[in-house]
């Protein structure tokens, strides 16, 4: 488990070409490693932003995009290709654009898929796949970088406060009703399978963020704070703009 540290930009354009930079280094040092390199997806303006500027970004020939799993931390349960979907908006942002295999990119499912409505049995099935391509002994794949939002009350995925979702400490997915945000439904890693990725990264921007910010770095309990649970194995890194960082101590 490793030591969160802050990183702060000054901006959140500077910040998402920062992130970007960085998200290519990463994926390229695994596939120099490796072969090949695994991405968690989140969703959220910074995180789509990110995005957006990878698509932009003169390296991004550097990286086999043929070569790069790809996953969600979370999703709103809605149907296939609706605008709030999370892979919606990341195919739009980045996926659509690059070479991507596409038996290497796994959504989670829609509310209009296989499933149905039912979002807790697609969750079961995407916390299947998961444990179909760990290694053995694991639950989850080797997720080099897990990516994160970080909401105005604290939560990151869909892992809201005080719910029983993020006290989930068996699942590596799950089904989550009832949000405070819309939509209501979603699915979510839950913070075990968040803390098996190698590197996560808390990306976010603005002054409405500074609070939960301040208090995850403080020590808040994930219960309060479910973004100060997300610890990644070998580096956590807060991703910040001045603003969301104004009221670190
Ligand atoms: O709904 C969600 O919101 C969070 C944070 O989004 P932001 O726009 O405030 O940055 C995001 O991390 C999560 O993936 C998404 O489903």
């Given at each position: 488990m ?13 910040l998402?070409?920062?992130?970007a930079?960085?998200l ?19 969703g ?9 500027q990878?698509?932009l ?14 996953f969600?931390g ?8 609706d ?14 654009h ?25 969750a ?45 400490e068996?699942r590596t ?14 699915i979510s890693?839950?913070?075990?399978a968040?803390g098996a990725?190698s590197?996560?990264?808390l990306?976010?921007t ?5 609070e939960p ?19 990644g ?8 703009d ?8």
């Amino acid at each position: 488990m490793s030591r969160p540290e802050a990183l702060v930009h000054s901006g959140g354009d500077v910040l998402a070409a920062a992130v970007a930079a960085r998200l290519i280094t990463a994926i390229t040092d695994a596939q120099a490693a490796r072969g090949s390199a695994s991405v968690v997806l989140t969703g959220g303006r910074t995180g789509i932003g990110v995005l957006e500027q990878v698509r932009l970004s003169p390296a991004l020939g550097a990286v086999d995009w043929s070569a790069v799993d790809v996953f969600w931390g979370d999703e709103r349960f809605l149907p296939d290709g609706d605008g709030e979907r999370n892979e919606t908006q990341a195919r739009q942002a980045l996926l659509d654009h690059v070479g991507v295999d596409p038996a290497r990119v796994r959504p989670m499912a829609p509310s209009d898929g296989e499933f149905g409505s039912d979002a807790d049995a697609a969750a079961a099935h995407y916390a299947e796949l998961l444990a179909g391509l760990a290694p053995e002994g694991a639950a989850v794949p080797r997720f080099d970088v897990l990516m994160l939002g970080v909401g105005e009350e604290g939560h990151t995925a869909s892992l809201f406060p005080g719910t029983p979702y993020v006290r989930e400490e068996s699942r590596t997915v799950v089904g989550v009703h009832d949000c405070p945000k819309p939509p209501p439904t979603r699915i979510s890693l839950t913070l075990p399978a968040i803390g098996a990725a190698s590197e996560v990264w808390l990306m976010t921007t603005g002054k409405a963020k500074a609070e939960p910010v301040a208090s995850a770095l403080a020590g808040a309990k994930p219960v309060d704070i479910p973004a100060a649970g997300a610890v990644g194995r070998d580096r956590t890194l807060w991703l910040l703009d001045t603003d969301a960082a104004a009221q670190l101590g």
